[in-house]
């Protein structure tokens, strides 16, 4: 009898629900790991979040195999090769930790239904956020639909337990894993044991490397306890600094945590313990992505790209195919949202304050549709995260859940005056503009033409002029809304 822990977004062995309870029975525990060939053959051969899985998986089965056990890599469909590997190995109990992406939940129902039919057990645990589903309901019991008032309850609810660690202790001996006859080998089933296992090469899985490893983010669960370590210093200031994009303010470990490289409890157990402004504001980021992963648990249509507030499914969206090019080539000509898509592309990361910026110049300036954002920033981040991206998108959109009011619209010129007032952020991204004055940085078109010529003459003038596209955005808004909601 042996039982299986079936790793998904949650690349670690320290604090891990499901691998806890997997070693706790007491039976010796394999572990897989699955990729989708439905998730991964849409996807560009060069993606840096097939990278990041890679490495955090070598990190995973490097530790795995040294304690003896066997470790599982498949390609194929997990709805058939999961069951099968049950089959072929003897399981007779399937360990997982819940996704509520409705993708996931689809395929974990008909993993379940296959191995049931089989008579093999499945368990499944919360690990993914703090509270999930249902957990946090207001008085009617109904999903909250209001930030401040989930995260008055979320603060009333959490406690310590909430926050306990899973105990893995994968030194404990396993008698009789790497002594059992290894199933028999096909295409796409790579078994990794000591000495003698396989892993497969990111080109087996048909990619390339990216610039990933020469990013300064450290991979692994154990960069990921690296930038923690390095945030927990910096926690006091979050708060003050978690704005400017300049400033290293913010931790960094939003891949870690899509990827579960680094435990959200652990995470969170910080925030929470520790006194003061910044601790708390991070506590409420981190209550931010327990919202937005409940929203969409209760509402699985917002992943066909519905607006949360159905009235806005009706809202036109003059932008254009050739609008939305000059969006994603960072050609708009204000300098802010074009340093900030250049991060994007470069890096794989936007920072929060760019990505409501450049959210709301898309829809709202160039009038383009928020859903055409939304997925490019999905192919593009690689902490691409279903629920908070749906849910920052539709924020910026004002079509979502406790959205930014539409009659409210980022001007692109202040935002950039206020969150990057030197420039520092726009320089390093633009060199264009390195030369460009200080006063000139965040609205080059106004400097005197003779300037432009000097000072940056590669730069692009306006896509788009501000003040029009803002009168024409509220008329469209404003067609959709009860009348007296305005400004
Ligand atoms: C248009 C738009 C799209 C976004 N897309 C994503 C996405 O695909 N994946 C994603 O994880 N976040 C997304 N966010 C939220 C936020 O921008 C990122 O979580 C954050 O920038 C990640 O960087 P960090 O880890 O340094 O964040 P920090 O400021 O250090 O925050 C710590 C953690 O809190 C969580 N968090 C912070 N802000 C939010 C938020 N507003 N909503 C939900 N969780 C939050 C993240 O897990 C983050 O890693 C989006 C926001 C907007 C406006």
Same mark, same amino acid.
């Given at each position: 009898?042996?039982?299986?822990?079936?790793?998904?977004?949650?690349?670690?062995?320290?604090?891990?629900?499901?691998?806890?309870?997997?070693?706790?029975?007491? /039976?010796?525990?394999?572990?897989?790991?699955?990729?989708?060939?439905?998730?991964?053959?849409?996807?560009?051969?060069?993606?840096?979040?097939?990278?990041?899985?890679?490495?955090?998986?070598?990190?995973?089965?490097?530790?795995?195999?040294?304690?003896?056990?066997?470790?599982?890599?498949?390609?194929?469909?997990?709805?058939?090769?999961?069951?099968?590997?049950?089959?072929?190995?003897?399981?007779?109990?399937?360990?997982?930790?819940?996704?509520?992406?409705?993708?996931?939940?689809?395929?974990?129902?008909?993993?379940?239904?296959?191995?049931?039919? =089989?008579?093999?057990?499945?368990?499944? %645990?919360?690990?993914?956020?703090?509270?999930?589903?249902?957990?946090?309901?207001?008085?009617?019991?109904?999903?909250?639909?209001?930030?401040?008032?989930?995260?008055?309850?979320?603060?009333?609810?959490?406690?310590?337990?909430?926050?306990?660690?899973?105990?893995?202790?994968?030194? #404990?001996?396993?008698?009789?894993?790497?002594?059992?006859?290894? +199933?028999?080998?096909?295409?796409?089933?790579?078994?990794?044991?000591?000495?003698?296992?396989?892993?497969?090469?990111?080109?087996?899985?048909? &990619?390339?490397?990216?610039?990933?490893?020469?990013?300064?983010?450290?991979?692994?669960?154990?960069?990921?306890?690296?930038?923690?370590?390095?945030?927990?210093?910096?926690?006091?200031? *979050?708060?003050?600094?978690?704005?400017?994009?300049?400033?290293?303010?913010?931790? *960094?470990?939003?891949?870690?945590?899509?990827?579960?490289?680094?435990?959200?409890?652990?995470?969170?157990?910080?925030?929470?313990?520790?006194?003061?402004?910044?601790?708390?504001?991070?506590?409420?980021?981190?209550?931010?992505?327990? %919202?937005?992963?409940?929203?969409?648990?209760?509402?699985?249509?917002?992943?066909?790209?519905?607006?949360?507030? +159905?009235?806005?499914?009706?809202?036109?969206?003059?932008?254009?195919?050739?609008?939305?090019?000059?969006?994603?080539?960072?050609?708009?000509?204000?300098?802010?949202?074009? #340093?900030?898509?250049? =991060?994007?592309?470069?890096?794989?990361?936007?920072?929060?304050?760019?990505?409501?910026?450049?959210?709301?110049?898309?829809?709202?300036?160039?009038?383009?549709?928020?859903?055409?954002?939304? #997925?490019?920033?999905?192919?593009?981040?690689?902490?691409?995260?279903?629920?908070?991206?749906?849910?920052?998108?539709?924020?910026?959109?004002?079509?979502?859940?406790?959205?930014?009011?539409?009659?409210?619209? &980022?001007?692109?010129?202040? =935002?950039?005056?206020?969150?990057?007032?030197?420039?520092? &952020?726009?320089?390093?991204?633009?060199?264009?503009?390195?030369?460009?004055?200080?006063?000139?940085?965040?609205?080059?078109?106004?400097? +005197?033409?003779?300037?432009?010529? =000097?000072?940056?003459?590669?730069?692009?003038? +306006?896509?788009?002029?501000?003040?029009?596209?803002?009168?024409?955005? /509220?008329?469209?808004?404003?067609?959709?809304?009860?009348?007296?909601?305005?400004?």
């Amino acid at each position: 009898m042996k039982v299986l822990c079936w790793f998904r977004r949650d690349l670690r062995h320290d604090d891990h629900a499901a691998l806890s309870a997997a070693l706790a029975s007491g /039976l010796p525990v394999e572990g897989v790991f699955v990729f989708d060939p439905a998730l991964l053959t849409p996807l560009p051969r060069e993606d840096r979040r097939v990278e990041f899985i890679w490495f955090a998986l070598q990190e995973l089965v490097t530790t795995w195999t040294r304690s003896g056990r066997r470790f599982h890599i498949l390609y194929g469909q997990p709805e058939y090769s999961i069951p099968r590997l049950v089959h072929q190995c003897g399981i007779t109990a399937v360990y997982y930790n819940r996704d509520h992406d409705p993708v996931a939940l689809h395929r974990d129902h008909e993993v379940g239904q296959y191995l049931r039919k =089989q008579g093999c057990n499945v368990y499944s %645990f919360k690990d993914q956020t703090i509270f999930e589903h249902n957990e946090i309901l207001n008085s009617q019991g109904r999903p909250f639909a209001v930030f401040t008032a989930y995260r008055r309850a979320w603060l009333d609810r959490i406690g310590a337990s909430d926050l306990r660690t899973h105990p893995v202790d994968l030194a #404990a001996p396993c008698p009789t894993c790497s002594d059992d006859p290894p +199933p028999p080998s096909h295409p796409g089933h790579w078994v990794c044991l000591p000495g003698n296992g396989s892993f497969p090469s990111l080109s087996d899985l048909g &990619f390339s490397a990216t610039n990933l490893t020469h990013l300064p983010l450290p991979l692994g669960s154990r960069g990921a306890q690296t930038l923690l370590n390095d945030f927990i210093e910096r926690m006091p200031h *979050y708060h003050e600094r978690r704005d400017y994009p300049a400033l290293k303010g913010v931790s *960094y470990l939003g891949a870690h945590l899509r990827f579960g490289t680094l435990s959200v409890r652990q995470f969170a157990y910080h925030a929470w313990s520790t006194p003061g402004p910044g601790a708390q504001t991070t506590l409420s980021e981190l209550i931010w992505r327990d %919202f937005y992963q409940m929203i969409l648990s209760h509402r699985p249509d917002l992943a066909d790209g519905h607006c949360f507030l +159905p009235r806005f499914d009706a809202l036109c969206y003059p932008g254009t195919p050739a609008d939305f090019e000059i969006w994603c080539s960072a050609h708009t000509g204000y300098p802010l949202v074009d #340093a900030a898509l250049r =991060q994007l592309h470069q890096t794989g990361y936007m920072h929060n304050r760019l990505r409501m910026i450049t959210a709301s110049f898309l829809t709202k300036d160039l009038q383009v549709d928020w859903r055409w954002g939304e #997925a490019h920033f999905a192919r593009h981040l690689l902490d691409f995260d279903l629920a908070a991206n749906n849910g920052g998108w539709q924020w910026s959109a004002s079509t979502g859940c406790d959205a930014q009011p539409w009659f409210r619209l &980022f001007n692109p010129v202040t =935002q950039s005056e206020r969150f990057d007032a030197q420039g520092h &952020f726009i320089r390093r991204y633009l060199p264009e503009l390195a030369d460009c004055p200080d006063r000139w940085i965040h609205a080059p078109w106004r400097m +005197p033409a003779s300037s432009w010529a =000097q000072w940056c003459p590669d730069y692009w003038p +306006p896509c788009v002029d501000h003040a029009t596209a803002r009168l024409a955005t /509220l008329e469209r808004y404003r067609a959709c809304s009860p009348s007296g909601e305005s400004t």
